[in-house]
């Protein structure tokens, strides 16, 4: 791709120009001298940016709607400490959700591009497809686990409105049974179809998905609390023949639900940057995220504890399960808008969660062959074949394999934060991570920088150790130190972030483009400016198209 025509001269074509992740022919800013190993239309900066709070805040209603979330809500309030102790913790952890989702949000947003491609500032061109490909992997296997949960709603539906669907029970195949895999090939092919229409279609579907759910939850609240008498209903979840607590109890068990709330946001806090790309300013994403986690968060949870606390008069059981719960109100009408609501609950946060980050993760990987729709098809392919359904009841198993990749999730987010606003001091030359000279301000080393694979490495190892041996110990009946998992995310993320700190001050290596404006990402100003032009012609010609493309 070598070129030295006047790009005035030549005139951009629709066919010259790939969809840019489902959104309008032309959106990615490609650039002449854009390496094709590094660009493509999907992970170029966008033209224009379009997403208002609403858009964000639909977004973490998705993200929180979906049968994990509720019984992760439920399960806090089942930790034996009182309801007001449990609010609390739940306010302190998702405000430190919303801080932190607002730091990794702003050099997405500012640079238009996401979050595998900011990571190139911090650990080069090349590096930066360590913490993608890792975060891709935990995508993949989490995106089969719930497609096998929306599917158990699916069958739920079956078993009720199509006769004979419970001949299908028995017969099995690679662990699942033959409606089991039905409806699995169901969602599967549905949610592809989704993600294949693109970004703005899957805005649209998480904008309406959200409240939907909000009115199904409400009615199936409204419902139970109407049988069990509003005086029948006790917001006290926690096993009454539990020993009371004492005062360093009930404040451990806080803090530990705090640590609970934030592991549950891990994964969306990481990969939030390959949605607030498309928020049209940071301060509308920064409203999204208020509305979204906070305020979204604790009124859901609340829904939640009233539903649940009113199983126990109505059906004599506490039933933190949604599915469940709508199963044993057993009337036609209940089950069906029931299961499908959950279903929709569930491909949601699938979509938002654990399909469209990989597609950025392993586009970047090599732009050049894999789209955005090629990566989330690898994805999709690969979580069948990972078998979801055998290894997701047994918990040793999801301990000791995506629990070793989660444990990496702090770290790399703490490499983010301190990369961005301490090394790089928020100022990023965003045509820099499209090029491979290796003049170029990201090359570092043979394209990788040094100080964060390091800094991975030494946050890394010990946070994989405290995630994993603590229940190895337990299991082997020697000591139990396993509530430590619930703050492995804290310490790899602080870890991490100290870590990069200390090697970039003994060896500075991210540039800080001190006294430059022109093409820097400034987001330490309203008025940065940005590579993203909210008009710009075809294709800019601000970097010579002289320069090879290819090396």
Known sequence: MTSTQDPAAAPTKPQDIVEAAGMPVGSGNMKPGYDPRLANEDLAPLRKQKWNSYNIFAFWMSDVHSVGGYVTAGSLFALGIAAWQVLVALIVGIVIVQVFTNLVAKPSQKTGVPYPVVNRAVFGIKGANIPAVIRGIIAIAWYGVQTFLAAQSLNIIFLKFVPGTENLVEPSFLGLSALGWISYAILWVAQVALFWNGMEVIRRFIDWAGPAVYVVMIVLAVYLVSQAGWENVSFDLSDPNQPALGFWGATGLMFMAIGIVISYFSGPMLNFGDFARYGKSFAAVKRGNFWGLPVNFLFFSLLVVVTASATVPVFGELITDPIHTVERIDTPVAIL????????????????????????????????????????????????????????????????????????????????????????????????????????????????????????????????VLAVFPKMFADLGLFDVSWIGNFTWFIGCGLGYLFFVFFEKQNPQVPTFEGETEGISDGTIMSAVSTVDPEPSAISGEIPVEHSAVK
């Open 337 to 464: 808008l029931g299961g499908l609501t959950f279903v929709t609950a569930t491909v949601g946060i699938n979509i938002v969660a654990n399909f469209i980050s990989p597609a950025f993760d392993f586009s970047n990987v090599a732009p050049h062959r894999i789209s955005w729709r090629m990566g989330g098809m690898i994805a999709a392919v690969g979580s069948v074949f990972l078998l979801p359904w055998n290894w997701y009841s047994n918990a040793t198993a999801i301990h000791y394999s995506l629990g070793l990749l989660a444990a990496l999730i702090g770290p790399l987010f703490g490499l983010l934060i301190a990369g961005y606003y301490i090394a790089a001091k928020q100022r990023i030359k965003t045509d820099d991570m499209f090029t491979m000279s290796e003049q170029g301000a990201y090359w570092y080393k043979n394209g990788y920088n040094p100080n964060a694979v390091r800094a991975l490495l030494w946050a890394g190892i010990p946070t994989i």
